[in-house]
């Protein structure tokens, strides 16, 4: 009966997002300050397009490592939950180093949004915010329009 409350934990903890990174999910992902449309609207110039580069490629380094040490922690945890003898101290000491995994991984994303916004200032980054939701929208909008290939 532990084990598998024990496992319904792990399982909500691995589908809900932790709260610091949800302020993330306003900013498109990967370069998108080298989508020429983009740089043009954010008045994007040479200098702030490096930083941008130069925050990104340390940023996804740092991820690597974070998410590979995320994805070790869990590994350990489900070893610990799938032995015949559960040791429940065991096991919540390691799901206490999974979250603290996860939480250095949020962190490391919401680091990245913040060096964004310190490059970008207030009214760049609003205006950065807008157009993803447009985006977002349009994406969407043409996931729905698009007609069902029947075969």
């Known amino acids: 009966m532990l084990k598998r409350i024990l496992s319904g934990l792990l399982l909500l903890s691995l589908l809900i997002p932790p709260a610091i990174a949800l302020g993330v999910q306003d900013v498109p992902l990967g370069k998108w300050w080298h989508n020429p449309q983009v740089s043009k609207q954010m008045n994007l110039n040479k200098d702030e397009i490096r930083k941008l580069d130069e925050t990104y490629l340390e940023s996804r380094r740092k991820l690597i490592d974070l998410k590979s040490r995320v994805e070790r922690e869990r590994f350990e945890l489900e070893n610990l939950l799938e032995r015949e003898t559960l040791d429940e101290t065991s096991?919540?000491?390691?799901f206490k180093r999974v979250e603290s995994a996860r939480n250095r991984l949020a962190t490391e994303?919401?680091?990245f949004l913040v060096q964004v916004r310190k490059i970008l200032g207030f009214e760049r980054y609003q205006n950065l915010k807008m157009l993803f939701d447009r985006f977002r929208h349009q994406k969407r909008r043409q996931m729905t329009e698009r007609p069902v290939q029947k075969k």
């Open 109 to 111: 994303r919401f680091s």
């Open 91 to 94: 096991v919540m000491e390691q």
